[in-house]
């Protein structure tokens, strides 16, 4: 069995990427590692394993690499949040914005029922913009959001903060850049 701290070990740091002063975190070391991968799936899962989850929503990209196997560990269905015009029904949509600029991201109007209960499912927490999007749409379909799980939380950005009265999970936290 591969423990948190290792998990943290093999995550690769890339300085200046996408720019300078930007410090990477690389998670397709995890990815390739099959006992990591299963690992860091298992985990991501266990605090909301008893709680009654119909459906994890993941964020594009990466939230679907650990939000389909983390639906699968729970028993439920895997609900996809995407960027605009990839979904082929009917959607709601959400602009948010950005450091410099705006996104937009979308859910298929019929993928949740009203009161479903929802856990939402990122890589990575760092300002909280991105999945405090993804929660507004799951509210906007009358979803009860569970909670929210995240490999890694970049704690400094105070991401958190957009995600008070909600529970957090996060297996790897980094205080600093």
Do not use: N
């Not at 989850?53 to 990209?61: F, P």
């Not at 995407?82 to 109007?109: C, N």
């Not at 950005?157 to 205080?175: A, F, I, M, S």
Request: net charge negative; with cysteine; proline share 5%.
């Amino acid at each position: 069995m591969v423990a948190a701290v290792d998990l943290k070990a093999l995550i690769r740091e890339i300085p200046d990427f996408p720019k300078p002063g930007i410090s990477f975190k690389d998670i397709t070391t995890v990815l390739k590692d099959g006992a990591a991968f299963r690992e860091t799936v298992k985990q991501m899962a266990a605090p909301f394993r008893d709680r009654g989850v119909q459906a994890v929503v993941g964020v594009e990209s990466r939230g679907f690499i650990l939000g389909a196997p983390i639906a699968y560990e729970l028993g439920c269905g895997f609900i996809l949040v995407r960027k605009p015009g990839k979904l082929p029904a009917e959607t709601i949509s959400m602009t948010y914005q950005l450091e410099y600029g705006s996104d937009t991201l979308e859910i298929h109007k019929d993928a949740i029922q009203p009161g479903q209960k929802v856990l939402l499912v990122d890589d990575l927490l760092a300002t909280g913009g991105t999945i405090s999007a993804a929660a507004e749409l799951v509210r906007r379909l009358s979803g009860e959001i569970v909670g929210f799980s995240f490999f890694i939380e970049l704690a400094f950005l105070q991401g958190r903060k957009k995600l008070e009265g909600y529970e957090v999970h996060c297996l790897v936290t980094y205080d600093s850049e």
